[in-house]
């Protein structure tokens, strides 16, 4: 048998590694958990029987409500991946001891700089996320985004990929359209 005693100093001295493995442990079945709410409500809105309008068909319509909830699904999916592990390693960080305070206000500062060299990465990704909520544009549509002219191949969240009369495959980064004329949009 096992003493008491024995089990309590064993637990001790390993507490700080049973509480890492809980963190660790937790932040897995919190990300499986988001994730799988956000397939599921994706799942739902992909598979709902919205009515067409009657300018648009129904093939179309399900074809650009699934585009569009696809992207905005890896966002969410994206946003909560980064989340629960930055959570997990600042909790981590403070079972080992680190001044937590210390390093999320030298984080805070470290972001703010990324951000402002990186400004035009994060204009592109609200854009994006703006044109694919907004239905701006879509696949298979005609549309001139001033730098381009020619048919969407794929919208991201960053870049719009057109197909010119040529052939040619541009790739125009979301911030820097200032325009989306869409020749198909009478037919929505």
């Given at each position: 048998m096992t003493d008491w005693a024995d089990v309590t100093a064993f637990l001790g001295s390993n507490a700080t590694v049973f509480r890492i493995l809980a963190i660790l442990l937790g932040a897995v079945v919190v990300r499986v958990i988001v994730v799988m709410t956000i397939n599921r409500v994706i799942a739902r809105v992909v598979a709902g029987?919205?009515?067409?309008?009657?300018?648009?068909?129904?093939?179309?319509?399900?074809?650009?409500?699934?585009?569009?909830?696809?992207t905005l699904g890896s966002v969410l999916r994206s946003f909560a991946n980064w989340g629960v592990g930055a959570v997990a390693v600042i909790l981590i960080l403070s079972e080992l001891g680190f001044e937590i305070t210390a390093i999320v206000a030298s984080l805070g500062i470290l972001g703010a700089g990324i951000a402002l060299g990186a400004q035009?990465?994060?204009?592109?990704?609200?854009?994006?996320?703006?044109?694919?909520?907004?239905?701006?544009?879509?696949v298979g549509d005609k549309v001139d985004l001033g730098d381009a002219t020619g048919v969407v191949e794929e919208v991201t969240?960053?870049?719009?990929?057109?197909?010119?009369?040529?052939?040619?495959?541009?790739?125009?980064?979301?911030?820097?359209?200032q325009r989306v004329a869409n020749f198909d949009h009478k037919r929505r």
């Open positions: 029987d919205g009515a067409p309008s009657p300018r648009t068909s129904a093939k179309t319509q399900n074809a650009r409500l699934t585009q569009r909830t696809q035009d990465v994060i204009r592109d990704i609200f854009n994006g996320i703006f044109m694919v909520f907004e239905d701006q544009l879509g969240i960053r870049i719009t990929k057109v197909r010119d009369s040529k052939g040619v495959l541009w790739f125009v980064r979301n911030g820097q359209i």
